[in-house]
């Protein structure tokens, strides 16, 4: 079974503060993770990928198989990064669960001026 | 131009009604899904098409059906409906099946069973 952990449901920072949302996973095989974020009165869209291993927004996020855990981390928060963040896993298992997207509970990030 | 819509988005009515959800996506994707958000905000995956073909269907009531009548449709279809049905319901599509693939959502429809 795959399952995400985001222990945090709320985090508030001060704008130019650094801002590390933690996401935790379990799962047998080699995990695909996802960051997704929702703004407000926005849609669901992704924010990035550990496979493609870039900088979004200034976020930055790198697994740690060791750990399990896949962090999502920035150095200086902008008030522009209030939102709802969502750590997910796509199994790569054959099957009918191929490509389930799995979610955690969503930290919702508040970033004060 | 938009890329996946849903319809409609509010929906209110009363227990025991039978009530659609339409999700059109014109980004020419394979694969599409069914997310059912409850009220903390959790989100958790109900179904899943790729080509037509029903590939995920999770633990959900079987008063839940979804139909997916070409590639770019996906409906969600929901029989006597029950107070818990309350949600967000959201749509999503996929380039296919594979993991490391983007999906896009749509805007979700929020049901309320009164």
């Known amino acids: 079974a795959q399952r995400v952990t985001q222990p945090e449901k709320l985090l508030s920072v001060f704008k130019g503060a650094p801002v590390e949302l933690k996401c935790n996973y379990s799962?047998?095989?080699?995990?695909?993770l996802f960051w997704y974020v929702q703004y407000s009165r926005q849609r669901l869209q992704l924010l990035l990928r550990?496979?493609s291993r870039e900088s979004i927004k200034g976020f930055t996020a790198d697994l740690n198989k060791g750990e399990t855990s896949f962090h999502l981390k920035k150095p200086f928060a902008q008030e522009e990064d209030s939102a709802m963040y969502y750590c997910?896993?796509?199994?790569?298992?054959?099957?009918?669960?191929?490509?389930?997207?799995?979610f955690g509970q969503g930290t919702i990030l508040t970033v004060h001026p | 131009d938009t890329a996946v819509s849903q319809t409609p988005k509010y929906l209110v009515t009363q227990m025991g009604n039978d009530k659609s959800i339409k999700c059109e996506q014109n980004?020419?994707?394979?694969?599409m899904y069914w997310y059912k958000q409850d009220s903390k905000k959790f989100l958790k995956i109900m179904f899943s098409?790729?080509?037509?073909?029903?590939?995920i269907n999770e633990t959900v009531p079987n008063r839940f059906s979804p139909k997916s009548p070409d590639k770019a449709h996906l409906n969600l279809h929901i029989n006597s409906l029950e107070l818990g049905d309350s949600a967000v319901y959201f749509c999503?599509?996929?380039?296919?099946?594979?993991?490391?693939?983007?999906?896009?959502f749509g805007p979700g429809t929020r049901l309320t069973v009164l």
């Open positions: 997910a896993l796509a199994s790569n298992a054959g099957g009918t669960s191929y490509g389930k997207l799995t």
């Open positions: 550990h496979i």
């Open positions: 980004l020419g994707h394979d694969t």
């Open positions: 799962y047998s095989g080699s995990p695909e």
């Open positions: 999503a599509s996929s380039q296919s099946l594979a993991a490391y693939n983007e999906q896009f």
């Open positions: 098409y790729n080509n037509k073909e029903l590939i």
